[in-house]
């Protein structure tokens, strides 16, 4: 059963989505992340709806720090010691802290598609998770004696958003299944860095983003297959089309099959576009 607009209560889940994309300091932004999943499970919050809230911002919130640069501008991350383990941590911060307004943009900027209560009861429970893989990966970086936005940082990863913002399918295609995906490709061999130089606390951190990434991405497949059942499209052809026409990267082997297949997202998805490496 879909569930409606509660037009009683301007504090919706709309509201506070919209709130915490807007939030430009990144302590707010995960406070509001991690209130608002405890007030949507708690049923104390209705869906709310844009209409009552606004639209979602265009860009979302940030702090004066860091830098942000356009990806061909970055310059390249240290290979070594402290100074590497630094660069890699605040590079997979910023990826958390614009996969935190990523999810909630999705949960606020969709709102008025007819969508079943487990939608954002999948969806909130991602938002808290974006939330909690930031907070640890930016403690892992005070214990190192750095802080998020004390290196640049690129600004590519919003695109996606732009791309995808009138287009429910296109966003669970691109954001789940082929950027979140990405993540279950190169993060057990990260860990299994860390693990060889003796960073049992970074290879900990990465562990925890493992396993919440596969359930990210199973999110993702469950609910692109619920909008192709809903029009009858066959979900593998209809994710090579979105994919072609809203993605501006490549998509690279090697795959993690296995944990892709346990999310739900077979070969078939994304095997037939790896040609796209050139």
């Not at 209130?35 to 919050?45: C, E, M, P, V």
């Not at 079943?116 to 999948?122: E, F, G, I, K, L």
């Amino acid at each position: 059963m879909s569930i409606t607009a509660d037009t009683d209560r301007a504090d919706t889940l709309v509201a506070r989505a919209n709130a915490i994309v807007r939030a430009t300091d990144t302590a707010e932004k995960v406070r509001l992340a991690y209130d608002t999943a405890k007030a949507w499970y708690g049923r104390h919050l209705g869906l709310g709806s844009l209409s009552l809230s606004g639209p979602m911002p265009e860009r979302p919130g940030r702090p004066e720090r860091p830098v942000l640069l356009a990806p061909r501008d970055m310059p390249k991350r240290a290979l070594g010691g402290d100074a590497g383990k630094i660069a890699l941590l605040h590079s997979l911060a910023h990826i958390e802290l614009n996969a935190v307004d990523l999810t909630w943009d999705l949960i606020g900027r969709f709102a008025d598609t007819r969508l079943p209560r487990s939608y954002y009861d999948d969806w909130v429970r991602v938002g808290l998770e974006e939330a909690k893989h930031f907070s640890m990966l930016e403690d892992r970086l005070g214990e190192l004696g750095a802080a998020y936005g004390d290196l640049p940082a690129h600004d590519g990863l919003w695109q996606a958003a732009q791309s995808t913002g009138r287009d429910l399918a296109a966003r669970l295609a691109i954001i789940p299944l082929v950027l979140e995906a990405r993540g279950l490709d190169i993060t057990p061999p990260m860990i299994e860095k860390a693990e060889a130089l003796g960073d049992h606390a970074t290879a900990r951190v990465l562990g925890v983003i493992y396993r919440d990434e596969k359930n990210h991405v199973a999110f993702g497949a469950k609910w692109f297959r619920f909008l192709c059942d809903r029009t009858g499209e066959r979900p593998e052809p209809k994710f090579h089309e979105l994919v072609r026409t809203h993605f501006r990267g490549a998509l690279k082997p090697p795959f993690n099959d296995r944990a892709r297949s346990e999310a739900g997202l077979t070969p078939g998805f994304y095997r037939p576009l790896a040609k796209l490496t050139g």
